[in-house]
């Protein structure tokens, strides 16, 4: 009779234990459907809301900036504007430096980044992008008067003004310079005129639109990257439901030639390629 307790309790035990066991057999599973849960609240929190809220840098032209009657423009913005649209929502921009814009979208501040970010394993492993919307090179550009920097590699040990987390950081970085940290591209061309700094890596775009804004500042492009690189608008991990609506809204304005009229007007030319 002791023995017959005895058995039964141990096929109890084997049976509770074998339950929990089931219960954590695939954790994977768990946080996919977790994922696509958020993902699916997140795009029902825009229609609800009947706004996409945008993080932006707003310093970072022609990509994100205010012009001279205060309001913010740029290609991004307007790219966004035109997503919002079709989506059915309100776009709300919140302006942030280019530092905390991450950060900001991780606590929730944002839905969305759209300030040309680049597409990174390295990103994508803790955030969704959109498919690219933008491709550039980097390019390397100091004061007029400096006949000594004609290669990425002349820029060892010198001082490069960069957004502290960026790709072109990132890069001025691997080529041994000194970083010297700005809010954004316009900072940085001012650190060069000053000479308190020697050099900064951006995009050649910016570089191009800067120019024609001020012809005779006197900075230049002494080398350009062969390697183009692509930008996308960001999300949390897990947003996939309106990752999904904003690709459809850009694949639409692609197809229907308002991404070329909108790409035309800021470069003068197809930026997608």
């Known amino acids: 009779m002791k023995r017959a307790f005895i058995i039964s309790v141990l096929i109890s035990f084997v049976l509770f234990i074998t339950g929990c066991g089931t219960n954590k057999a695939n954790p994977e599973n768990q946080d996919q459907n977790a994922a696509e849960e958020q993902g699916q609240d997140l795009w029902a929190k825009v229609q609800d809301e009947g706004k996409l809220l945008i993080g932006t840098e707003g310093t970072y032209p022609p990509f994100t900036f205010h012009d001279e009657k205060g309001e913010l423009t740029g290609f991004d913005v307007e790219i966004s504007k035109e997503v919002a649209k079709r989506l059915g929502v309100e776009p709300e921009f919140l302006e942030t430096q280019w530092d905390a814009m991450f950060a900001g979208l991780d606590s929730k501040r944002f839905d969305m980044i759209a300030n040309q970010v680049g597409i990174r394993p390295e990103r994508q492993e803790k955030y969704d992008f959109s498919d690219p919307y933008i491709s550039s090179a980097a390019v390397l550009i100091t004061h007029e008067s400096n006949n000594e920097v004609s290669s990425f590699e002349d820029i060892e040990g010198l001082k490069a003004a960069q ?40 995009d050649n775009l910016s570089f191009l639109d800067f120019k024609k804004q001020k012809p005779d500042a006197p900075v230049k492009i002494v080398a350009e990257s062969e390697d183009a690189s ?42 997608l390629k």
Do not use: P
Request: proline fraction near 0%.
């Open 163 to 202: 957004s502290m987390t960026s790709n072109y950081a990132d890069l001025a970085k691997s080529y041994g310079a000194e970083l010297v940290g700005v809010e954004g591209f316009n900072q940085a061309i001012e650190l060069i005129n000053s000479k308190r700094a020697d050099v900064t890596l951006n």
């Open 230 to 271: 692509q930008s996308g608008l960001m999300f949390r991990k897990g947003s996939s439901t309106l990752v999904d609506k904003v690709n459809n809204a850009l694949n639409e304005m692609i197809e229907d030639g308002t991404y070329l009229k909108i790409s035309e007007k800021w470069f003068g030319e197809d930026v």
